[in-house]
């Protein structure tokens, strides 16, 4: 594992840059949306920027795609045609058992050997030792020079689509728990009953700080809610493929795309100050919402006009 690149240069791309660099190591990344931040890192970490996946996968042994959940197979497809015979090419993209399965045919087809990578919790406290589940054919081979690298996995099937189903499942749950928090949260700020919505929990759910995990929700959610919302899309698809109509999974992609809509439209607070706060309190970030609370109505016109018949 001389040479290795990224595809994807984002919060994980350049935390995974970080800790390899640190070794050394050789890296290389790519992504299509490189910004001045992006560019600036990659100097200062030694990383070498490629002008396409192409290139940037020409000469790796080890490939790891960390790309948003949607172009799973796009990015394979992209880097199929310069991938070295028997290289590596580790997925951790939070996608359906059926989109991993189709990028691998596309990399297994091109000679290389795909690994899909399931990372089971948030990576940026963990960094490279986030736990990660490996799955497929060539998960074992890569399982030990892997962890040689830093990285905490281990092999969960020698089955494609096993990791991503165990990942995606969870995240039914995760991401669920994240926007149930959102909605109830806010809501209870408006009536003036937070503190007792929380006391009320505390004691249903005595291990569980719900003014710091509620903190730590809104703040993900804030910041990452486009990704996040394609991932539960995904995991909706996934749901689909059990045969099952994914109405919780398919609600909590609406809130995550819902509170990127507002970011994103460049949210207010209630004394017109302008953006999130980035807050360590959760009731500054509700206020900001509340504020807002018909912007869904601006940003989603087709809610309004169903709302008024």
Same mark, same amino acid.
């Given at each position: 594992?001389?040479?290795?690149?990224?595809?994807?240069?984002?919060?994980?791309?350049?935390?995974?840059?970080?800790?390899?660099?640190? $070794?050394?190591?050789?890296?290389?990344?790519?992504?299509?949306?490189?910004?001045?931040?992006?560019?600036?890192?990659?100097?200062?970490?030694?990383?070498?920027?490629?002008?396409?996946?192409?290139?940037?996968?020409?000469?790796?042994?080890?490939?790891?795609?960390?790309?948003?959940?949607?172009?799973?197979?796009?990015?394979?497809?992209?880097?199929?045609?310069?991938?070295?015979? *028997?290289?590596?090419?580790?997925?951790?993209?939070?996608?359906?058992?059926?989109?991993? $399965?189709?990028?691998?045919?596309?990399?297994?087809?091109?000679?290389?050997?795909?690994?899909?990578?399931?990372?089971?919790? !948030?990576?940026?406290?963990?960094? !490279?030792?986030?736990?990660?589940?490996?799955?497929?054919?060539?998960?074992?081979?890569?399982?030990?020079?892997?962890?040689?690298?830093?990285?905490?996995?281990?092999?969960?099937?020698?089955?494609?689509?096993?990791?991503?189903?165990?990942?995606?499942? &969870?995240?039914?749950?995760?991401?669920?728990?994240?926007?149930?928090?959102?909605?109830?949260?806010?809501?209870?700020?408006?009536?003036?009953?937070?503190?007792?919505?929380?006391?009320?929990?505390?004691?249903?759910?005595?291990?569980?700080?719900?003014?710091?995990?509620?903190?730590?929700?809104? $703040?993900?959610?804030?910041?990452?809610?486009?990704?996040?919302?394609?991932?539960?899309?995904?995991?909706? $698809?996934?749901?689909?493929?059990?045969?099952?109509?994914?109405?919780?999974?398919?609600?909590?992609?609406? &809130?995550? *795309?819902?509170?990127?809509?507002?970011?994103?439209?460049?949210?207010?607070?209630?004394?017109?100050?302008?953006?999130?706060?980035?807050?360590?309190?959760?009731?500054?970030?509700?206020?900001?919402?509340?504020?807002?609370?018909?912007?869904?109505?601006?940003?989603?016109?087709?809610?309004?006009?169903?709302?008024?018949?």
């Amino acid at each position: 594992m001389l040479r290795i690149t990224l595809i994807g240069y984002g919060e994980v791309g350049r935390i995974l840059a970080e800790d390899l660099r640190a $070794q050394d190591l050789a890296v290389e990344a790519f992504d299509l949306r490189l910004s001045p931040a992006m560019q600036a890192h990659a100097a200062q970490h030694g990383v070498v920027l490629a002008a396409s996946a192409l290139k940037a996968v020409a000469a790796a042994d080890l490939v790891i795609s960390a790309v948003t959940a949607s172009q799973t197979v796009a990015v394979a497809r992209a880097c199929a045609a310069a991938l070295r015979s *028997a290289a590596f090419f580790l997925d951790l993209n939070s996608a359906s058992p059926g989109a991993k $399965q189709r990028a691998a045919a596309v990399v297994h087809g091109a000679g290389a050997r795909f690994v899909e990578g399931a990372v089971m919790t !948030s990576v940026p406290p963990y960094r !490279s030792q986030v736990p990660l589940l490996l799955g497929g054919p060539h998960a074992e081979a890569l399982l030990e020079p892997l962890n040689e690298l830093g990285f905490r996995a281990r092999v969960a099937s020698t089955t494609l689509g096993v990791a991503s189903a165990t990942k995606m499942s &969870r995240s039914v749950m995760i991401k669920g728990l994240e926007a149930m928090v959102i909605e109830s949260f806010t809501t209870a700020r408006h009536y003036g009953v937070e503190d007792a919505l929380i006391a009320s929990l505390r004691e249903t759910f005595p291990g569980i700080e719900w003014e710091k995990q509620a903190a730590y929700f809104f $703040q993900r959610v804030i910041e990452h809610g486009r990704r996040r919302s394609e991932e539960v899309r995904e995991v909706a $698809q996934t749901v689909r493929e059990a045969g099952l109509e994914p109405w919780s999974a398919s609600g909590t992609a609406e &809130r995550q *795309a819902w509170m990127a809509d507002l970011a994103d439209a460049g949210l207010f607070g209630p004394r017109g100050e302008p953006g999130f706060a980035r807050s360590a309190d959760w009731r500054v970030e509700a206020d900001r919402i509340l504020a807002n609370a018909g912007a869904d109505r601006i940003l989603h016109p087709t809610k309004k006009a169903d709302d008024e018949l």
